[in-house]
């Protein structure tokens, strides 16, 4: 579980095709990897991997095919800056929100509008999600917690301070690039438990 508080910017290393469907991401995180073991969990641009070993300030991690599939993280080139967070501690203050790193969909930038002293950034929305999503509710775009600013059918927007433009890579995606969703996991739990209820279940 995560907060959807960045930590820290990264970098992609390497990726190495290991065959049947699956790759080896190596990734460059001073901060992260500063008390990181193997078996820990570190989300990559919002998703969750886990470290398989550590070593100069780079972790690397199994990547399924599933997941390249379903994220952006198979776009991701050596030398492409990657948002990185470690898994919350349960002593730890809630800063954002709760986060899984279970990317959801892969959204895109649609457009940015810079103002005086923050900039708004519409992103499109893929279709299924907008039941999720609500104005002032909670998202996270590539593993950074927001603030839904306005939402249609198949677009949202959000706005971001000079603090989230310098320290994430949300200030230099550009339109067109594609970004990973993760819907807030509560809308999902209560449209269930209402769906069964409506249905007569009781599960």
């Not at 800063?95 to 950034?121: C, F, I, K």
């Not at 917690?145 to 603090?163: E, K, M, Q, Y």
């Amino acid at each position: 579980m995560f907060t959807g508080i960045v930590e820290e910017l990264g970098e992609i290393v390497r990726t190495t095709d290991t065959g049947g469907d699956s790759a080896l991401v190596a990734v460059r995180g001073p901060l992260v990897t500063s008390d990181a073991q193997h078996g820990d969990s570190i989300a990559v641009n919002g998703v969750c991997l886990t470290v398989v070993d550590v070593s100069d300030g780079v972790f690397t991690a199994d990547v399924m095919g599933e997941t390249l599939r379903r994220t952006a993280l198979g776009a991701l080139r050596p030398g492409d800056p990657v948002n990185l967070e470690r898994a919350a501690a349960l002593n730890s203050r809630l800063g954002g929100h709760l986060v899984q790193g279970h990317v959801d969909g892969v959204g895109e930038v649609l457009s940015r509008e810079p103002a005086a002293q923050w900039e708004t950034v519409r992103f499109r929305l893929p279709a299924g999600l907008s039941r999720y999503v609500v104005e002032k509710g909670s998202i996270t775009v590539d593993g950074i917690s927001l603030t839904v600013a306005g939402v249609g059918d198949d677009w949202f927007s959000v706005g971001l301070i000079p603090t989230t433009l310098k320290l994430t890579t949300l200030g230099a995606r550009g339109v067109g690039d594609p970004v990973n969703l993760e819907v807030d996991v509560l809308a999902k739990y209560v449209e269930r438990l209402l769906g069964d209820r409506a249905a007569g279940g009781d599960r």
